[in-house]
């Protein structure tokens, strides 16, 4: 079946530095990936929605500049959080959706981002 | 746009009992609801889905049920095991768009 890696699975960071999420199609072409944040005992909340060579499409509330979303290719999307503070952290999980198919949403593993 | 509803939060059941947990949606253009089980820490796993075009899905110990009128759908787990412990989450989906997710609802099966 579908396969999507996400790295890092953990990152402690300290308060102001930048962390980069991978978040990679193994072995299908995903034309759409979403990013989802998880706080803990809450639902997943969709931040944003990338498409492979444009912009990212932000849901009310994300601030584009502090979640920068990069999808360069058919297979790899990069979630970057900006200037993190201790309110960032959280469980960040993309899922990604292959080009054939209109359900075919696969997640990746998460990661848990601590910010101190 | 969309909204799902979840019900109940929490579920606490004996072991070989039955468990139900109900979702309802609001945008009738919705044709395809999956449910995910998430253990602490892991990611979401995809259990069973159902179509608008379908009433009725079964896969062993795991049923989902869905009324298009009333816009509900549910889950039905038989002969519960402690393993089955975890959240479960519905979702609400149209073709091409993104998931909606319900917040979910925290299965204790106590042996």
């Known amino acids: 079946g579908a396969v999507v890696s996400q790295h890092p699975s953990w990152v402690i960071c300290k308060s102001g530095t930048s962390v980069k999420i991978e978040c990679r199609s193994l072995?299908?072409?995903?034309?759409?990936m979403f990013w989802y944040r998880q706080f803990p005992k809450q639902s997943l909340m969709l931040m944003a929605t990338?498409?492979?060579?444009?912009?990212?499409?932000?849901e009310q509330g994300v601030e584009k500049d502090k979640f920068l979303i990069n999808h360069a290719s058919l297979t790899l999307s990069t979630l970057t959080v900006t200037s993190a503070h201790p309110e960032d952290s959280s469980f960040y999980i993309c899922?990604?959706?292959?080009?054939?198919?209109?359900?075919?949403?696969?997640f990746g593993s998460g990661t848990r981002l601590t910010v101190v | 746009g969309e909204n799902v509803e979840q019900h109940p939060s929490t579920l606490s059941v004996q072991e070989g009992d039955s468990a139900v947990i109900k979702c309802t949606y609001s945008d009738s253009a919705s044709n395809y609801f999956p449910w995910y089980k998430q253990e602490l820490g892991k990611r979401p796993q995809l259990i069973i889905d159902?179509?608008?075009?379908?009433g009725e899905k079964k896969d062993q110990r795991i049923a989902v049920t869905l009324n298009k009128t009333a816009k509900h759908f549910s889950l039905h787990i038989t002969e519960t095991q402690p393993e089955d412990s975890a959240v479960y989450f519905c979702a609400a989906i149209m073709r091409g768009q993104n998931f909606v997710f319900g917040p979910g609802t925290r299965l204790s099966v106590l042996p």
């Open positions: 159902i179509r608008s075009n379908v």
């Open positions: 072995d299908f072409q995903a034309t759409t």
């Open positions: 899922s990604a959706r292959e080009v054939a198919a209109a359900y075919g949403y696969t």
């Open positions: 990338s498409n492979e060579g444009s912009k990212a499409t932000y």
